[in-house]
């Protein structure tokens, strides 16, 4: 223990003092700032002056002050660091102050405004005219041989074509809400966003083929097939590709400036998807978009078993054996005779620069597959621009062929695989739950108001293409069924896939309710848009952002120029077509696989009207 020149023993404070000996010619301003020249000066003999007693004094009082502040900043910053650990989360693990996301502890002020409602409020919802074209994560300005009109092939891609709103509609014009008249409900039915290809797709087989010639060697391919001689094939299977994630990201935005005044914020949601992972992420990044990164503050996602033997709505056909069979394939069937049609050229184009493979229609068909799904993946594919854009057109009517005879009008399963979501449909609209099991509808969850609410204001269900199609078909929207015949493309069709199930396609069925009826013509100018009457309900299905006309499937629905139904005539309509899909038969009787075009009603040709 060591004490200082005027005598205080530091002891007390557990404190060393260490005498400072420092050369007389170190420069003052390389000392610390609180020495003074004086402070350097020797000084043996200690004196006991007033001066000295002072000055002693003071020093003490003012490392006292010194000490005491370093300890409050040290008690301060400990308080901070418990109070971040002890109110982060639930978890054992301590998160730093600094990394911590939730609760926030210095959020600053967070009052938000009230929720748009664009689907009711938007005086023009589907203008033609546009200022601004956005840049996309996706390389698709391809110069494509044929493309006179600068139009995109990548809206010609059917089920694979990346999410864009229908860019023709379905026959009739979009109108506002009339004044005074209001959304009450929204059932929202939705596709996963883009992937890769399932396991097993034509895609995967041409692709590592391929590739394999690639590694061993054998590849001999000239002009602009020269890149195959060093193509590896990389696409993953089944999951979300990014875009895939930002269109159903986009779609959750888009779906809460239409419908976000619907939300009650007291209240927490119940939305449904199915086990696949795909599924499971679509539904999330769209409820993220829609609420933001804590929507688990909102909404529960309510998980349904996606698999043969279980019960499920939005995978119907897991649950309706002969759409998996022979009897079902008509479509793929008829698809296959058109590709010999519009692929001749292409085929012999290929094998022209290609010495030493032969390609049959087929390879150059799955080819072609390789184009939408490595665009998604990877941003650019160097198959898009080896066909011409009448190949194209010749590609998406192949597949409208395919889901025309698979799983539209064309198939005896059509009805029966879409028609357990349109029980629940009807379930909620006449609000009772559903106890019976008369399709493949989860009776375990439909029973039961936890998990089959009937009071929501929002409904959100997330679903597969080919589900779509068999709700569609089991909706009875008969403008979807007319054939389309294998041997060439007619000039005017309604099925058309890539405007109703892209990926992250959509279908929004809104209820209005108006205080008088609206009227049927809504096209003359000046017009009142209510005829005299009490309070009426309609139903309004909207496809990718374009209204689907409704009575031009169902006429008790009358000729409207908006495309809407009275909500009572279309549950009347609903009800009457559910015995129509004749389920159990569709699903298991035995009945023989008929031609394509054979069938025009979804259900086996044994029992069609």
Wanted: include cysteine; hydrophobic fraction near 35%.
């Amino acid at each position: 223990m060591t004490k200082r020149k005027d005598g205080l023993n530091m002891a007390s404070m557990d404190y060393t003092y260490k005498k400072l000996d420092v050369p007389e010619e170190v420069a003052l301003q390389d000392l610390p700032q609180y020495l003074s020249t004086e402070d350097l000066k020797p000084n043996p003999l200690p004196t006991q002056s007033t001066y000295s007693r002072t000055k002693t004094l003071v020093f003490t009082m003012i490392s006292s002050v010194l000490l005491l502040v370093t300890a409050l900043s040290l008690v301060r910053a400990a308080w901070f660091e418990k109070r971040a650990t002890t109110t982060a989360s639930s978890s054992t693990s301590k998160v730093p102050q600094y990394f911590q996301t939730t609760p926030e502890i210095f959020a600053g002020p967070t009052a938000t405004g009230r929720a748009p409602f664009l689907a009711e409020t938007n005086p023009a919802p589907f203008g033609a005219s546009r200022s601004f074209v956005p840049n996309t994560p996706l390389e698709t300005s391809l110069p494509i041989v044929g493309d006179t009109a600068n139009a995109s092939i990548f809206q010609l891609m059917g089920q694979l074509s990346p999410y864009f709103p229908n860019p023709i509609g379905f026959g009739v014009n979009e109108y506002p809400l009339p004044t005074g008249a209001n959304i009450s409900q929204v059932h929202v039915l939705h596709r996963h966003g883009s992937r890769y290809p399932t396991t097993g797709a034509a895609a995967q087989y041409i692709g590592t083929n391929l590739s394999a010639i690639a590694a061993n060697g054998t590849a001999n391919f000239t002009g602009a097939l020269s890149f195959l001689n060093s193509y590896s094939y990389g696409l993953g299977s089944e999951i979300l590709v990014p875009v895939g994630r930002q269109e159903l990201f986009d779609s959750g935005v888009l779906h809460y400036y239409n419908y976000g005044h619907l939300y009650n914020t007291s209240t927490k949601i119940i939305a449904r998807t199915t086990t696949q992972d795909r599924m499971l992420k679509s539904a999330e990044y769209f409820m993220a978009g829609f609420f933001g990164l804590t929507w688990t503050n909102n909404a529960t996602l309510e998980l349904i078993i996606e698999g043969t033997g279980f019960n499920n709505s939005l995978a119907g056909y897991d649950n309706c054996n002969n759409s998996n069979l022979v009897v079902a394939a008509g479509g793929t069937n008829a698809s296959v005779v058109w590709e010999k049609i519009y692929l001749k050229n292409a085929t012999a184009r290929f094998n022209a620069l290609s010495p030493s493979f032969n390609w049959t229609v087929a390879d150059v068909y799955n080819v072609q597959t390789l184009c939408p799904y490595e665009t998604v993946a990877f941003g650019y594919s160097a198959f898009c621009d080896l066909f011409t854009y009448e190949e194209w057109q010749g590609f998406e009517y192949s597949i409208d062929i395919d889901f025309a005879g698979n799983n539209y009008f064309e198939s005896p399963t059509g009805r029966a695989v879409g028609i357990g979501y349109v029980e629940e449909v009807l379930a909620r609209l006449t609000n009772h739950t559903i106890n019976t099991a008369t399709a493949q509808d989860n009776i375990t969850l439909d029973n039961n108001t936890v998990t089959f609410p009937l009071n929501q204001t929002l409904y959100f269900d997330f679903t597969h293409d080919t589900n779509i199609a068999g709700i569609l078909t089991a909706f009875g929207l008969t403008q979807f069924a007319p054939v389309l015949p294998p041997t060439g493309i007619p000039p005017t069709r309604s099925l058309i896939v890539s405007h109703i199930q892209p990926f992250g396609g959509r279908l929004d069925i809104e209820i209005i309710k108006a205080p008088q009826p609206v009227a049927a013509n809504r096209t003359e100018v000046g017009t009142t848009a209510y005829t005299s009457g009490p309070p009426t309900s309609y139903v309004h299905f909207i496809i990718n952002q374009r209204t689907v006309p409704l009575g031009a499937s169902y006429p008790s629905c009358g000729n409207r120029t908006d495309g809407w139904c009275e909500l009572q005539t279309f549950i009347t309509v609903q009800q009457q077509l559910l015995a129509n899909a004749t389920y159990d038969y569709s699903c298991n009787g035995k009945y023989p696989a008929v031609p394509y075009g054979s069938i025009t009603n979804g259900v086996p040709q044994a029992t069609a009207s």
